[in-house]
């Protein structure tokens, strides 16, 4: 498949302010913002996934974005599903002569569209996912890390759901050594510019917590309730993790206000952390990360952006 404008990409833990930067940016350069959060397709699920949708307006002017909003929710959605449905946008965005902006924190679909990188071929196993159920994360991890394959340098373990995924294609690929598995050399591998935003830890700490007593305000609790209301079963939502996770297990009394909060607000300071493990892992497997300081006006990193994806878009153009 031939690529012609190459990706800029917006990358950050959660409440590092991607959102807001990038749709400032797609307004800027006529621009349109891919989505690469892998619960922001979900419709209905707005607070607790952080989609702030409001931040699509600037200057009075209507940011387009895309894989947003396009799976109901309660259903399955995949690294292979999204590199699908961001092939579909790019070839139409592209034939538009719009900035494809790409904005997430969701390390393991920015790396498929990187590096080409799918599992489906891989089923699932109905009996070991049972056994690998009932481990702690920490079994869990030694466990992976006791087994060996191609696959373990792609591996994304940043969640637990994720971890027991890794274990059942490790484990399938240690048990048909044969099995020709495509890690994704059918999907198409893009060029990108990459920026990374990464505020100081005690920084990203405080806007997370004050984050999440916003959004308990908002009506995060509400939002749960009402998808629960609508019949979708609370395993699927457990399934979600983070906020709906543990405000699930709330509304269904397992866990006090109190707790609930606690928890959430732990869980989510250690999922940015995951996250910005994942990021590094991408330097080191050879992606550049241009990291923008945190201190920076915003108009310096929005010029910054701009003329750094003009050079690098020119570079491509002239090498070939």
């Excluded at 139409?92 to 790396?111: A, K």
Aim: aromatic share 10%; with cysteine.
């Amino acid at each position: 498949m031939s690529i012609e404008a190459p990706l800029l990409i917006i990358l950050g833990p959660t409440a590092s302010g991607k959102t807001r930067l990038a749709t400032r940016v797609a307004h800027a350069i006529g621009g349109e913002v891919f989505s690469a959060d892998s619960r922001q397709v979900y419709r209905q699920m707005d607070i607790g996934t952080g989609k702030d949708l409001a931040e699509y307006v600037v200057d009075g002017m209507p940011v387009p974005y895309h894989l947003i909003n396009i799976r109901d929710a309660g259903e399955k959605y995949n690294v292979n599903d999204f590199q699908h449905d961001f092939a579909a946008v790019y070839q139409q965005v592209n034939s538009d002569g719009r900035v494809p902006v790409v904005c997430g924190g969701t390390g393991f679909y920015l790396y498929a569209l990187l590096k080409g990188h799918a599992n489906d071929t891989v089923p699932v196993n109905e009996q070991l996912r049972p056994e690998l159920e009932s481990l702690s994360t920490d079994q869990l991890l030694a466990r992976f890390h006791a087994t060996d394959s191609a696959y373990h340098a792609l591996a994304d373990i940043s969640t637990r759901k994720r971890l027991i995924r890794a274990l059942e294609i490790a484990t399938f690929l240690h048990d048909h050594p044969d099995a020709e598995v495509g890690f994704g050399s059918e999907s198409p591998v893009y060029q990108a510019d990459i920026f990374g935003l990464a505020p100081p830890v005690e920084v990203r700490r405080q806007r997370i917590s004050d984050r999440l007593a916003a959004r308990l305000k908002q009506g995060l609790i509400e939002e749960v309730q009402s998808l629960l209301s609508q019949g979708i079963n609370a395993d699927s939502l457990i399934y979600y993790g983070l906020e709906y996770k543990y405000i699930t297990l709330h509304l269904i009394g397992q866990l006090s206000f109190d707790e609930m909060h606690a928890r959430l607000e732990t869980e989510i300071h250690r999922f940015a952390k995951r996250q910005m493990t994942f990021f590094r892992k991408m330097e080191k497997d050879g992606l550049t990360i241009n990291w923008i300081p945190d201190e920076w006006p915003e108009a310096e990193k929005i010029a910054y952006i701009i003329r750094h994806y003009g050079e690098f878009k020119s570079g491509l153009a002239g090498s070939m």
